[in-house]
């Protein structure tokens, strides 16, 4: 959703890097440039207005003036202003003392209540609560027995006595709710209301008339992202007629501007509690201000990516493959690797998942056509694979490879592909086990490997060949022999003789490094 102000905002900040000091001209084109952004985003007007002016305030003191990177600092301020926009901090779900805790979902028709009711009791159960959808909107057609199939898919209880299709007193059914939710032992209450095309005054006392029979610990405002600018307005419509706790955003998956995303927290002083961006059940989760920042601005979201990775893998089976591969590429086995890509597969989809890691908006193009059926057809040329050949994928010869590929319905070189890349991954994987980084970069401290690779660098003389001719060598080894005595008859720092710390000279290939 937010693909366009992210590209804008990043070719704004391309032109800040590699000055060492801002001038006021410069901020002031970059104040521009991103007001632009946020115009054509949709955000609304006096957001617009109240965040360019923090930005250059802050950007114009001492705080950017002093700074040794100015750019980045520049960058800081408006992730920390973004931040402040969207409402601050995480807003957390208020339950009641006494149960049930009565949650009322309210907005216009089409924004998505009915659906995101299930989204939330799926994710309410999660967290270990036992939630009840209420059908209280008795006016949209079949909006009862849709609530219901929600309700069975997401696996929570639901409570809609009446049929609906313009039949029933909505609130009525809110009132029974809550002894129904305490006789069969819900602890929370979710209430779908009614929603109109628009604002109006018969919706408005059906909202108020519900929440004053039910007095409901919050008051979820749905806002549909992909309206921009009349999202925002209904917002503070609803908020002055009936009143809300917190907002809902629905469909940001969309492809709208995402506008209202960044305006009704601000515009409402409500926080936005909950964001959807899909149409599974699992997508959907708390909206965190400063994750979505720093998606906004390219930098990914790993906290979110942690999080999804831990509700998904086990800590007993990541230390067992840790374990596993640490023993030596060849004990990992493309059973392993399948079961690696199904866990995987669980945390959602992949290219969402490729969204979070940082820099990944340099090339969301190749992300967003990725084929996420190339996962299930790996998944069948494994599976379409003997025991021994996943145990040991040497034994593929050319026969195998056909049989495979029959299989599994995928061309021959599909197969021989996949083992190559398996083999690759697996020597990567298994290096990284054992501390030795990515390949092509050096070890990372404290990871482990670091005494092999230091005997073999001693045992190698730090990568320099020893001579065959014994003449020769015996030269070689007087003259080190040499320079070794003269560093010990220096200084402490293991300087030559008659040299000191500050006329110490770097060698060349590392005053790369110091600028």
Request: proline share 4%.
């Amino acid at each position: 959703m937010f693909d366009t102000l992210s590209d804008r905002l990043a070719n704004t900040f391309k032109s800040l890097r590699g000055k060492g000091r801002l001038t006021e001209a410069d901020i002031d084109a970059t104040a521009r440039e991103i007001r632009i952004a946020l115009l054509e985003a949709d955000v609304a007007l006096p957001v617009v207005r109240a965040f360019i002016r923090q930005v250059k305030e802050r950007s114009l003191g001492a705080e950017v003036s002093k700074a040794l990177n100015p750019a980045q600092t520049v960058i800081k301020i408006v992730n920390e202003e973004l931040i402040t926009i969207l409402g601050g901090e995480t807003r957390r779900l208020r339950f009641a003392k006494t149960a049930p805790t009565v949650i009322m979902l309210a907005g216009l028709q089409g924004a998505g209540k009915t659906t995101l009711a299930g989204k939330l009791g799926h994710w309410l159960k999660a967290q270990g609560h036992a939630p009840l959808l209420v059908a209280c909107d008795l006016q949209r057609p079949n909006a009862v027995n849709q609530l219901g199939v929600v309700a069975e898919r997401a696996g929570v209880g639901f409570y809609g006595p009446q049929p609906g299709n313009g039949v029933g007193d909505p609130v009525q059914v809110a009132k029974d709710s809550i002894e129904y939710a305490r006789t069969k032992q819900f602890d929370i209450v979710i209430v779908d209301t009614a929603g109109r095309l628009g604002i109006d005054a018969e919706m408005m006392q059906q909202a108020a008339d519900i929440r004053d029979a039910v007095s409901p610990d919050e008051i979820l405002f749905v806002v549909d992202a992909m309206i921009g600018q009349d999202a925002v307005n209904t917002a503070e419509a609803f908020r002055d007629g009936v009143g809300f706790d917190g907002v809902v955003l629905s469909k940001l998956d969309g492809d709208a501007r995402g506008g209202a995303a960044l305006s009704v927290a601000h515009v409402t002083g409500k926080q936005i509690m909950f964001a959807s961006n899909g149409e599974k059940l699992d997508d959907f989760d708390a909206f965190h201000p400063d994750r979505m920042a720093s998606r906004i601005l390219g930098m990914g979201d790993m906290l979110s990516l942690i999080e999804k990775a831990e509700q998904t893998f086990s800590q007993d089976e990541a230390e067992k493959m840790a374990a596993k591969l640490a023993k030596g590429p060849k004990e990992f086995t493309l059973d392993d690797f399948l079961s690696q890509m199904e866990q995987v597969r669980k945390m959602g989809s992949i290219s969402k998942l490729l969204g979070m890691l940082p820099g990944m908006g340099q090339i969301k193009d190749q992300i967003n056509n990725l084929d996420e059926r190339d996962v299930d057809r790996t998944a069948a040329i494994i599976k379409s694979m003997t025991p021994a050949e996943r145990q040991d994928p040497t034994i593929i010869n050319g026969s195998r490879r056909a049989r495979i590929a029959k299989g599994s319905g995928v061309d021959v070189s599909a197969v021989k592909n996949l083992v190559e890349r398996f083999f690759d991954a697996r020597k990567m994987m298994s290096r990284m086990a054992q501390g030795g980084g990515m390949p092509g970069m050096p070890g990372i401290p404290g990871m482990g490997g670091g005494a092999a690779r230091k005997k073999k660098q001693v045992k190698q003389g730090k990568g320099k060949r020893q001579s065959g001719n014994p003449m020769k060598r015996k030269a070689e080894e007087q003259a080190a022999a040499a320079r070794r005595e003269q560093a010990q008859a220096g200084n402490p720092l293991g300087l030559p003789a008659g040299q000191d710390g500050q006329n110490f000279e770097l060698p060349d290939e590392f005053k790369k490094f110091m600028g």
